[in-house]
């Protein structure tokens, strides 16, 4: 596992179980938003497998990416 990807999960484990079961969806969804800001490549973490709302949140996370690429090719 990368650095960045173990600096993600190991935030990630330390705040889920403070939340509420119903806001960890969006929760962990906001992170992945913050640290693609921030200069992390989402899309290069092998992170699939190690929790289940983060396998969650990155399908939605890529699902999203490809949405936008392809509004962006529509407007070529």
């Keep these: 596992m990368t650095n960045d990807s ?3 999960l190991d935030l ?3 705040v889920r179980d ?3 079961a119903n806001k960890r969806d969006n929760a962990i969804l906001t992170f992945l938003r913050l640290f ?3 200069g992390f ?3 290069e973490t092998d992170l699939e ?3 289940n709302y983060l396998d969650d949140a990155l399908e939605i996370y890529k ?3 490809l949405e936008e ?3 962006v090719e529509e407007d070529y």
């Design 6 to 8: 173990k600096l993600l």
């Design 12 to 14: 990630w484990e330390s």
């Design 18 to 20: 403070l939340l509420p």
């Design 36 to 38: 693609e800001e921030y």
């Design 41 to 43: 490549e989402i899309s």
């Design 49 to 51: 497998g190690e929790d």
């Design 63 to 65: 699902d999203d990416l």
């Design 69 to 71: 690429d392809d509004e």
